[in-house]
């Protein structure tokens, strides 16, 4: 899984985000975290988690990509109670 870029461009504008540090603080990541993603690295699967049970399926779905996987995929892992992910 990788950060889409295209996908978190239109996240921060519609969330008013202008900097790294925001974006950051928003995804419950250190700024080094959101450069490193944003340069192709891989995101792990308790970082997306967090993203989903802070901001929503909807919000995942246009941050992440998940390449070979899918989003039932990632949630199979988990347990959902409600609209979060354990």
């Known amino acids: 899984m990788k950060l889409n870029i295209i996908g978190c461009r239109s996240?921060?504008?519609e969330h008013c985000i202008k900097n790294y540090v925001d974006l950051a603080n928003s995804l419950g990541?250190?700024?080094?975290v959101v450069r490193l993603l944003e340069q192709?690295?891989?995101?792990?699967?308790?970082?997306?988690?967090?993203?989903?049970?802070?901001?929503?399926e909807q919000a995942v779905e246009k941050l992440i990509d998940f390449e070979?996987?899918?989003l039932n995929g990632f949630k199979s892992k988990y347990?959902?109670?409600?609209n979060k992910l354990y």
């Open 40 to 56: 192709g690295k891989q995101i792990g699967y308790e970082a997306v988690k967090d993203i989903y049970n802070k901001h929503g």
């Open 79 to 82: 347990i959902l109670v409600g």
């Open 68 to 70: 070979e996987e899918t």
């Open 29 to 32: 990541l250190s700024v080094v």
């Open 11 to 13: 996240f921060c504008k």
